[in-house]
């Protein structure tokens, strides 16, 4: 596995090539921090494919569609600035991924998992650049985004994969014990809409095994 790193501004972006990519490939962007996104490219590593991986340092900010008061104690507040990102996301840190990698690609995924799964539900909703979606663990019980969803019209991505823990349910917090059923509506919104959609159940909370359940999630982008 070949992997090269970009500093663009505060933010490091790893790409990782597989063995197998071609200057055509699928390219799948995502928000990992390299312990977490590392092992995802080892599992992913059979597939044609450019994996970036962005670590972005302030995801309360930058993930989140509008300001809302912060979900657990210590944390931050959401400052809402995910219009902004997306803006940075696409115009800055897209094109200079694929021409570090060489790679003019087939379609664009974005993956994500919690706050980051957040973004790539949000994405379709600003712009057209990503044409799969994968939403893992992802902080689906935002606050206002189930009537968001419902009333906005998005640019409808070809493929859009929703997975949850079986144990999320359970949190004691009731913004977040929602999550199943959000995540659940939003699949469905957007089958109902017509795109290629799924909703799994991962075993297990919502901290647990990000990788695997990542490149499953990639892996069905990518059929």
């Known amino acids: ?27 799948v962007y995502t928000h990992l921090p390299p312990h977490e996104a590392a092992p995802l490219a080892d599992l992913l590593a059979a597939h044609a494919l450019l994996l970036v991986a962005v670590d972005e340092p302030d995801w309360e900010t930058h993930f989140s569609p509008w300001p809302a008061p912060k979900a657990f104690k210590g944390s931050a507040d959401f400052g809402g600035l995910a219009d902004a990102y997306l803006g940075t996301l696409t115009h800055e840190i897209v094109p200079a991924a694929e021409a570090a990698a060489g790679i003019a690609p087939q379609w664009r995924g974005l993956a994500g998992y919690s706050l980051a799964g957040l973004l790539s539900v949000y994405a379709p909703y600003q712009t057209d650049i990503f044409s799969r979606t994968a939403s893992v663990s992802g902080s689906l019980w935002f606050d206002g985004l189930a009537d968001f969803l419902q009333h906005a019209p998005p640019t409808l991505p070809e493929r859009a994969y929703f997975s949850v823990g079986d144990r999320e349910k359970n949190s004691k917090n009731p913004r977040l014990a929602c999550v199943e059923t959000r995540t659940q509506a939003a699949q469905q919104l957007m089958q109902a809409r017509g795109v290629n959609s799924i909703f799994e159940l991962n075993p297990g909370g919502h901290f647990e095994h990000v990788p695997a359940r990542m490149a499953r999630a990639v892996e069905w982008l990518l059929a």
């Open 1 to 27: 596995m070949h992997s090269q790193t970009l500093i663009l501004g505060n933010r490091s972006v790893t790409l990782y090539r597989t063995p197998r990519c071609r200057p055509n490939s699928p390219v």
